[in-house]
């Protein structure tokens, strides 16, 4: 008589262990990060040069910047998207927790909390410095610009940063700023790479800024770098002008440092094989 | 009476009951185009595929895709409709519910080559079933009048989304934004473990909802999963505030150099073609979540 009774409440158990079990790693795999697929860069011409100011995409590490920032005595905060999401849950945990103790919510409420999110396990690392006079940025300095926000980022913490960028803000009576600046930058990476191969947009003049919405760019392209000087008017609140050195997604953003290595053993070997 | 005459008369009787037993078996040829449609479950047979061809096309299914349009009810109507103009016992609307032309499509801002697209997938149907083409024919002939009541866009270009090109040129103007921004390092990280199909669904949405058939947050996803992936009616698209929640209450937040490179990036795959207009119009929607993207909404357009 207990047999079939047994054989049912085993069943029961299993479909509710077991469906439970399948339900939580399937949650588990929905929420897994699937990171980015690097490449080495494709045949084609590299840049003769990556820095960008006093640093150079694809060698400086989080060190070297943070000894910068410390010299230069900026106030720089890591914006990662993974540190934002886990100062937003715990703050919402803190609250939740105070409201335990007062007995307004329950433990249950509270557990969903404790468990991070997936934007959590986003290695990326983004550096922002606001509010940085461009002339702290050294003899490469925009000579024009306002104080702006730079912005180094990296594709986890143990990688050389892929992405430095100098983003200012121009009123919108500094039409002839905007030119002024647009002319100065275009000209030092003219001079770096040469005429750039593209400008997409009409260039600022004083006379003539950009309309709200309305955008100019001009990128130097190699396979291991990218610059971009982008233009944008924003209306009211005057024109943004960004200024990025990256290594592209998704080239690997070691590449420049590791065909420096290989160069060198190249030539090392090179020299060798000419000496005997 | 001789035998022969017997047998010839016995014939001939058994022949002549024969033919009326045979005349009795054989249905009367329909004499109506309803019935020649197989009256109510014919109609209805057609209707549900005329309405699965206008589901799987991406041009016009937008006007179907929203909660508050009940498909079902949208099918009894079209039967009703389809049987009145065919000899039916029924008139249109008569007490169904169902609404004339006009009511129906008041405000939708359907455009002539939408009611095209429509007809054809009806024409479709109805050759796909069999019906012979003269009836094909009439149907068309009776159906297309209804364009007077239907079509408030006769150039198809008094709207933003008339004038992109519907949700396909939408759409595929998303995929470019969606594929550079995910390329670009400043911003990408945001949309790290993001449900990239279910951001290009309402982000394409929300681009056609600006004057256009989609309305932002009545997803209805169970039939729609070709065009419109990883939403649902209990799984619709949030508003800007919801979604970004976290990230611009933090103390770390997502700052307006953040937010520029944003439009930055819709601004560069926008359309060579596309009026001034219309670009303002397309990017004034992105302008528009600034102050719930980005905290306190510092730096956001007032």
Request: glycine letters at 8%; charged letters at 20%.
């Given at each position: 008589m207990w047999k079939p009774l047994a054989l049912a409440i085993a069943a029961l158990l299993l479909v509710v262990v077991g469906g439970g079990w399948w339900h939580g790693a399937k949650m588990r795999a929905a929420r897994k990060i699937v990171l980015p697929t690097y490449v080495d860069p494709p045949e084609g011409p590299r840049a003769p040069s990556t820095d960008a100011w006093p640093f150079r995409v694809g060698w400086s590490r989080r060190a070297e910047v943070d000894a910068w920032i410390g010299k230069q005595a900026l106030r720089?905060?890591?914006?990662?998207?993974?540190?934002?999401?886990?100062?937003?849950?715990?703050?919402?945990?803190?609250a939740h927790e105070a409201k335990l103790a007062r007995g307004e919510t329950d433990a249950i409420s509270t557990a969903s909390l404790k468990r991070p999110s997936p934007k959590e396990q986003i290695p990326?690392?983004?550096?922002?410095?606001?509010?940085?006079?461009?002339?702290q940025l050294g003899a490469d300095a925009p000579r024009y610009a306002p104080r702006g926000r730079l912005l180094f980022v990296f594709d986890d913490r143990d990688k050389p940063v892929r992405s430095v960028s100098f983003d200012r803000i121009f009123p919108p009576a500094d039409g002839s700023a905007v030119a002024l600046d647009w002319l100065d930058r275009k000209a030092k990476w003219t001079a770096k790479f040469g005429a750039p191969p593209h400008i997409d947009g009409r260039e600022p003049t004083g006379d003539a800024p950009l309309h709200r919405y309305e955008q100019v760019k001009a990128t130097w392209r190699f396979v291991d770098l990218e610059v971009n000087l982008t233009a944008m008017g924003t209306g009211v609140l005057g024109i943004s002008v960004?200024?990025?050195?990256?290594?592209?997604?998704?080239?690997?953003?070691?590449?420049?440092?590791?065909?420096a290595a290989a160069s060198s053993s190249s030539q090392a070997a090179a020299a060798v094989l000419a000496s005997q | 009476m001789t035998t022969t005459t017997r047998t010839t008369n016995w014939i001939a009787t058994a022949g002549l009951m024969m033919g009326l037993v045979a005349a009795g078996c054989s249905d009367p040829k329909p004499d109506t185009l309803y019935q020649r449609l197989g009256g109510e479950s014919g109609i209805n047979t057609v209707i549900g595929a005329f309405i699965g061809r206008v589901a799987g096309d991406n041009k016009i299914n937008g006007y179907f895709f929203n909660s508050s349009v009940s498909l079902a009810k949208l099918q009894s109507c079209l039967v009703l409709q389809v049987g009145s103009l065919t000899g039916g016992p029924n008139a249109y609307p008569g007490t169904s519910g169902c609404r004339d032309m006009k009511a129906a499509h008041a405000g939708l801002g359907i455009s002539m080559q939408d009611f095209t697209d429509l007809a054809g997938h009806l024409v479709a149907a109805l050759q796909a079933a069999g019906v012979a083409q003269a009836d094909v024919d009439t149907i068309v002939a009776a159906v297309t009048p209804t364009a007077t009541d239907i079509v408030e866009d006769a150039s198809n270009n008094r709207t933003v989304y008339q004038r992109l090109g519907r949700k396909p040129a939408i759409k595929t103007v998303i995929d470019a934004f969606v594929a550079k921004v995910a390329a670009n390092p400043k911003i990408m990280g945001f949309f790290g473990a993001t449900n990239i199909e279910r951001l290009k669904t309402c982000l394409v949405r929300q681009v056609c909802s600006i004057d256009g058939p989609c309305n932002y947050g009545e997803e209805i996803g169970a039939t729609t999963g070709e065009f419109e992936p990883g939403v649902s009616a209990t799984a619709a698209c949030r508003d800007m505030k919801t979604t970004h929640t976290g990230l611009m209450n933090g103390t770390n937040p997502i700052t307006i150099e953040d937010f520029n490179s944003l439009v930055g990036d819709l601004v560069a795959v926008i359309p060579a073609g596309v009026?001034?207009?219309?670009?303002?119009?397309?990017?004034?929607?992105?302008?528009?979540?600034?102050?719930?993207?980005?905290?306190?909404?510092?730096?956001?357009?007032?």
């Amino acid at each position: 008589m207990w047999k079939p009774l047994a054989l049912a409440i085993a069943a029961l158990l299993l479909v509710v262990v077991g469906g439970g079990w399948w339900h939580g790693a399937k949650m588990r795999a929905a929420r897994k990060i699937v990171l980015p697929t690097y490449v080495d860069p494709p045949e084609g011409p590299r840049a003769p040069s990556t820095d960008a100011w006093p640093f150079r995409v694809g060698w400086s590490r989080r060190a070297e910047v943070d000894a910068w920032i410390g010299k230069q005595a900026l106030r720089c905060e890591d914006r990662s998207v993974a540190t934002i999401m886990r100062a937003y849950r715990e703050q919402q945990l803190a609250a939740h927790e105070a409201k335990l103790a007062r007995g307004e919510t329950d433990a249950i409420s509270t557990a969903s909390l404790k468990r991070p999110s997936p934007k959590e396990q986003i290695p990326q690392v983004r550096l922002a410095c606001d509010a940085v006079a461009a002339s702290q940025l050294g003899a490469d300095a925009p000579r024009y610009a306002p104080r702006g926000r730079l912005l180094f980022v990296f594709d986890d913490r143990d990688k050389p940063v892929r992405s430095v960028s100098f983003d200012r803000i121009f009123p919108p009576a500094d039409g002839s700023a905007v030119a002024l600046d647009w002319l100065d930058r275009k000209a030092k990476w003219t001079a770096k790479f040469g005429a750039p191969p593209h400008i997409d947009g009409r260039e600022p003049t004083g006379d003539a800024p950009l309309h709200r919405y309305e955008q100019v760019k001009a990128t130097w392209r190699f396979v291991d770098l990218e610059v971009n000087l982008t233009a944008m008017g924003t209306g009211v609140l005057g024109i943004s002008v960004s200024e990025t050195v990256e290594v592209p997604m998704p080239v690997r953003a070691d590449a420049p440092q590791r065909h420096a290595a290989a160069s060198s053993s190249s030539q090392a070997a090179a020299a060798v094989l000419a000496s005997q | 009476m001789t035998t022969t005459t017997r047998t010839t008369n016995w014939i001939a009787t058994a022949g002549l009951m024969m033919g009326l037993v045979a005349a009795g078996c054989s249905d009367p040829k329909p004499d109506t185009l309803y019935q020649r449609l197989g009256g109510e479950s014919g109609i209805n047979t057609v209707i549900g595929a005329f309405i699965g061809r206008v589901a799987g096309d991406n041009k016009i299914n937008g006007y179907f895709f929203n909660s508050s349009v009940s498909l079902a009810k949208l099918q009894s109507c079209l039967v009703l409709q389809v049987g009145s103009l065919t000899g039916g016992p029924n008139a249109y609307p008569g007490t169904s519910g169902c609404r004339d032309m006009k009511a129906a499509h008041a405000g939708l801002g359907i455009s002539m080559q939408d009611f095209t697209d429509l007809a054809g997938h009806l024409v479709a149907a109805l050759q796909a079933a069999g019906v012979a083409q003269a009836d094909v024919d009439t149907i068309v002939a009776a159906v297309t009048p209804t364009a007077t009541d239907i079509v408030e866009d006769a150039s198809n270009n008094r709207t933003v989304y008339q004038r992109l090109g519907r949700k396909p040129a939408i759409k595929t103007v998303i995929d470019a934004f969606v594929a550079k921004v995910a390329a670009n390092p400043k911003i990408m990280g945001f949309f790290g473990a993001t449900n990239i199909e279910r951001l290009k669904t309402c982000l394409v949405r929300q681009v056609c909802s600006i004057d256009g058939p989609c309305n932002y947050g009545e997803e209805i996803g169970a039939t729609t999963g070709e065009f419109e992936p990883g939403v649902s009616a209990t799984a619709a698209c949030r508003d800007m505030k919801t979604t970004h929640t976290g990230l611009m209450n933090g103390t770390n937040p997502i700052t307006i150099e953040d937010f520029n490179s944003l439009v930055g990036d819709l601004v560069a795959v926008i359309p060579a073609g596309v009026s001034d207009a219309d670009k303002t119009a397309l990017l004034t929607v992105l302008g528009s979540f600034c102050k719930d993207i980005v905290k306190d909404g510092t730096g956001c357009p007032q």
